[in-house]
């Protein structure tokens, strides 16, 4: 007799994705360091949340739009 609930918590874990918060501390940091002697408009996001969100897209195979 299989135990039902082992595999389904099993099953949950393999869909498990564990993302770094780092992003969010050094966000003003980043963005502080990127702005720094720019003309014109400044960045609003920093590169590192750029680089997440790439990363999510592909591991989720999510679309463009």
């Not at 564990?18 to 360091?33: F, G, K, R, T």
Request: hydrophobic content about 35%; glycine content about 4%.
């Amino acid at each position: 007799m299989r135990n039902s609930k082992k595999y389904n918590e099993s099953l949950v874990k393999k869909g498990e994705v564990l993302l770094d918060i780092d992003v969010i501390d050094s966000w003003h940091l980043e963005l502080e360091e990127m702005n720094k002697d720019k003309e014109g408009r400044k960045f609003v996001y920093p590169d590192l949340f750029i680089k997440l969100l790439k990363y999510m897209r592909a591991y989720f195979h999510l679309p463009y739009k």
